[in-house]
């Protein structure tokens, strides 16, 4: 049977190449931000820590605007994308994509709020997007420095639930969910 190209749009048997794109330049660069925070929390201030602690802000704001991308891309494809299934396990797995879907819009807004209310100007390409406030805004600062941390820890234990799963998904059910996002073998192209 002849190879056919996977498609741009999600179909109810694949995620298309854009999900696709969005999805693992998301894990990527979410794996660069929770390395870097790991190695900090590890090895203190060094200068590989520093390297990585002083991407922490650009890259963030790339992922917030590929998170967003990826909402905004979701729901365009609504009702198209594979179907998670019914019953328990089927409303498991909405409510663990919708949840990490929240969290992950909601971690960064609180970086954020925390930058806008700061007493730094917000410039993680060198251009300033939001200037320096003085006096801070002690609410916006407090508020964004207590979720975007706290948040970070759902997002990981999130993201290991996610990775447990395909693991469930691959090892024991043999249904295909891997390859409807990493390949085309078993997703009936």
Excluded: C, K
């Excluded at 979410?30 to 802000?57: E, I, K, N």
Aim: hydrophobic share 55%; glycine share 12%.
């Amino acid at each position: 049977m002849p190879s056919r190209s996977l498609p741009w749009r999600d179909t109810e048997r694949v995620y298309g190449q854009v999900t696709r794109l969005l999805h693992w330049s998301i894990a990527a660069l979410m794996l660069w931000q929770f390395l870097g925070m790991g190695l900090r929390a590890v090895l203190g201030r060094t200068p590989l820590v520093s390297f990585f602690v002083g991407s922490h802000q650009p890259v963030g704001t790339v992922l917030f605007l590929l998170i967003v991308l990826r909402v905004g891309w979701a729901l365009a494809n609504h009702g198209r994308r594979p179907d998670h299934g019914p019953g328990f396990q089927g409303l498991a797995a909405r409510l663990g994509h919708l949840a990490l879907y929240l969290v992950m819009v909601v971690m960064p807004v609180a970086a954020l709020l925390r930058a806008y209310g700061g007493e730094r100007a917000f410039a993680p390409f060198g251009f300033e997007i939001f200037p320096a406030q003085q006096p801070p805004i002690v609410w916006m600062v407090s508020a964004g420095e207590a979720l975007h941390g706290e948040l970070a820890w759902l997002l990981l234990a999130l993201i290991a639930g996610h990775v447990v799963m395909v693991g469930v998904h691959e090892g024991m059910w043999r249904d295909g969910t891997l390859a409807r996002m990493a390949g085309r073998r078993r997703a009936g192209l």
